[in-house]
């Protein structure tokens, strides 16, 4: 899972590589009805956990380098990755974070550029979701 602000993307790996996911994100909605929509967002995640079977839940650690983030959107990317995290653990799969460093490693990509630079050598025929992966 990356997280770009309260949307977090989805993908996942087995030992054929990186697949696209359908659902390919869960997005927490800000709003006037806080309340409401951190419920949704639980109800969504829970449903794409439930959808994905995966055997385990992988948050990537924030890019380094870049612009600095604003408070709002880091305590919006926080609050959906740890409501991510509970849903997790509600359905009983482990939950971990991996730094962006490993994951390159691992997929085999180069350490320059954003992870976003690198989507189409992971999927050639990618569908972009704007500048994330």
Known sequence: ????????????VSEEGA?????????LRTGSQAG????AFRAESAHALKALSPDRVVILDLEAG???????????????????????VDAVV????????TLRSRLGLPRKGGLSDHVTQV?????????ST
């Not at 482990?94 to 460093?101: D, F, K, S």
Request: proline share 6%; charged share 25%.
């Open 94 to 101: 482990p939950c971990v974070r991996l730094a962006r460093a």
């Open 66 to 88: 870049g612009r600095v983030p604003k408070i709002a959107d880091m305590r919006t990317r926080f609050t959906a990755e740890a409501l991510l995290a509970s849903v997790a």
């Open 19 to 27: 697949q696209e996911t359908e659902p390919g994100c869960v997005e």
């Open 36 to 39: 409401y929509a951190i419920e």
């Open 123 to 131: 999927f050639p025929a990618s569908r972009r979701h704007g500048t």
């Open 1 to 12: 899972m990356n997280a770009v602000g309260g949307k977090l993307w989805l993908c996942l």
